[in-house]
């Protein structure tokens, strides 16, 4: 393991610092109201399609793709292939219905539809989730990054939170897309240098890596393409199931939606989908591609004593010991915007989501300014706590629970979308059979996920099936006026076809 140098240290903190000017000068007045939570209408959706694509892309997702990899097979990237899923569903079925509604928050369109309870459970199930997200998101990378870099755990996880904290709060929406706008850029650019890197480091160059990569089994080898049961592991229910719950991201998960509401029509809603769905796939590509040359380099540099243990860092520690001193600093300064992207997002997605789902319920005449107070307040309480949280996760040994209670809560927003999926879907669902659809699946995904031996990528497919079943069912038996029966509400799918 090589050393990081004093010219890396500069850069790294040069380019933390240009991200917290950024984050701030965008916002060159003083974002109020809507303009704080929706934008001023002036992002172009190239920046909103690179934001989405960033906010995706943690540095978990950064370091763990190329690691996988590396010491396995290309296996998972068949679920980057669920995007072309998920993009033609939530272009097709839900964004029309969005745009039209001219929504302030994704919940929002739980209410119209089933009425407040379940727009106020959804957003705290959301804000929970994102709490704990933005903390695990500083802790696991922060331990890499420390082991290679040899800044301590707790300055990572401080440099990181605190410069998302204040240009989220500061900024808003906008200060949010522009930031993460230029991180997606440097994380895309880091991983394509680092790329152009390995293939010249290599002997025998890039038809090295695909003879190598064949021969050793290191793109696909003996994986099953399709199992008619869905319960077990295929590469039919990884793309299934992938596909599914990235379409529940982008029609259900308030950080995803806020950024469709940020556009002014449909078809800006469109190219933002699609660019999104070839940056995802483009980029998880080139890093399943990068453990694969890792692979191949350290092979041929190490032979039998190459790196095993945790895979996680071995990309991390070969942009430390491998390139040459600054480029180091610049990739790591990769690392750290696929994380204040994550960050930002998630703070000002739950800052939005307390105050226009919880706050403006609690108290319907709230002001533009008071709004904007709020959400402020709240960027600036969460961001805090979940550095602090992050930390506590440094000094003790409860990852592992932790893991298992954003399991959960993965699973259960889960559920969310399928509830979505229910309003947009049916017109016939109402409050009382959504709410009790809801609990019953809920029941069932965790029955599912915690005692049984299901694969992890069916759960997608079993919560759509049973919200929308156990939903409708319950419609049916308790019944009652659907808000969508109203057809001037224009509240499913089939209204806006109409």
């Known amino acids: ?75 998972l990237w068949v679920a ?28 929002e369109y739980l209410e119209r539809r089933f009425g407040k309870n379940l727009r106020v459970i959804a957003s705290v199930l959301f804000i929970i989730y994102q709490i704990g997200r933005m903390s695990i ?11 290679v870099t040899g800044i301590h755990s707790v300055l990572i996880i401080l440099f990181m939170g605190i410069i998302a904290t204040v240009y989220s709060a500061f900024g808003g929406i906008k200060s949010v897309l522009w930031t993460d706008f230029i991180q997606g850029v440097v994380l895309i650019g880091g991983g394509i240098f680092a790329l152009i890197v390995l293939i010249f480091s290599i002997q025998g160059g890039l038809p090295e890596i695909f003879e190598t990569g064949i021969a050793d089994n290191k793109f696909f ?10 319960l077990n592991d295929s590469l039919f229910i990884i793309f299934l199931g992938a596909g599914l719950s990235t379409a529940f991201s982008y029609i259900s998960s ?77 990739l790591i300064a ?35 300014d008071a709004s904007t107070r709020i959400a402020r307040a709240v960027s600036w309480i969460v961001g805090i706590f979940s550095i ?21 809560m993965g699973l259960i927003l889960g559920i969310i979308g399928g509830t979505f999926t229910l309003g947009i879907m049916t017109r016939k669902a109402n409050a009382k059979g959504a709410l009790l659809g809801f609990i019953a699946t809920s029941i069932i995904a965790v029955y599912v996920s915690y005692f049984t031996d299901t694969t992890l990528w069916a759960y997608s497919v079993i919560n759509l099936i049973a919200s929308v079943v156990f939903g409708y069912v319950f419609s049916l038996i308790f019944a009652g006026k659907s808000n969508a029966e109203d057809e001037d509400k224009r509240l499913t799918f089939y209204d806006i076809n109409k």
């Not at 959706?45 to 950064?62: E, G, Y």
């Not at 690392?335 to 403006?360: C, E, K, M, P, Y």
Request: hydrophobic share 50%; glycine share 8%; aromatic share 14%.
């Open 388 to 408: 602090l949280f992050a930390i506590v996760l440094v000094y003790t040994d409860i990852s592992s629970a932790y893991e298992w209670f954003n399991g959960l």
């Open 254 to 330: 308030q950080d995803m939606v806020q950024r469709y509401l940020t556009t002014t029509d449909i078809k800006q809603m469109n190219k933002m989908t699609i660019g999104n769905g070839v940056l995802s796939l483009g980029t998880a590509t080139l890093f399943f591609f990068i453990g694969t040359a890792l692979y191949v380099f350290y092979k041929q540099q190490m032979g039998a004593d190459m790196p095993s243990g945790n895979s996680d860092i071995i990309f991390a520690n070969f942009i430390v010991s491998e390139l040459p001193a600054g480029v180091s600093g610049l």
């Open 334 to 368: 990769a690392l750290f915007a696929a994380g204040q992207s994550t960050l930002s997002t998630g703070l000002n997605s739950v800052a939005t989501s307390w105050t226009l789902d919880i706050q403006r319920i609690i108290n319907p005449n709230l002001s533009d």
């Open 1 to 75: 393991m090589g050393n990081f140098q004093v010219i890396d240290y500069i850069i790294l903190f040069a380019y933390l610092l240009f991200i917290l000017y950024i984050g701030i000068a965008v916002a060159k007045k003083e974002m109020k109201g809507k303009e704080f939570f929706k934008g001023d209408g002036s992002i172009p959706w190239w920046v909103t399609s690179v934001s989405l694509f960033a906010t995706l892309l943690s540095p978990i997702s950064f370091l763990s793709l190329a690691g996988n990899s590396y010491s396995d097979s290309w296996q």
């Open 221 to 230: 080898s003996e994986e099953v393409i399709f199992d008619p049961n869905i």
């Open 137 to 147: 998101i500083m802790y696991l990378p922060s331990i890499a990054l420390s082991a």
């Open 80 to 107: 980057q292939l669920g995007l072309f899923i998920s993009v033609p569903v939530a272009m097709i079925f839900f964004l029309p219905v969005y745009r039209n509604l001219n929504l302030d928050t994704a919940y």
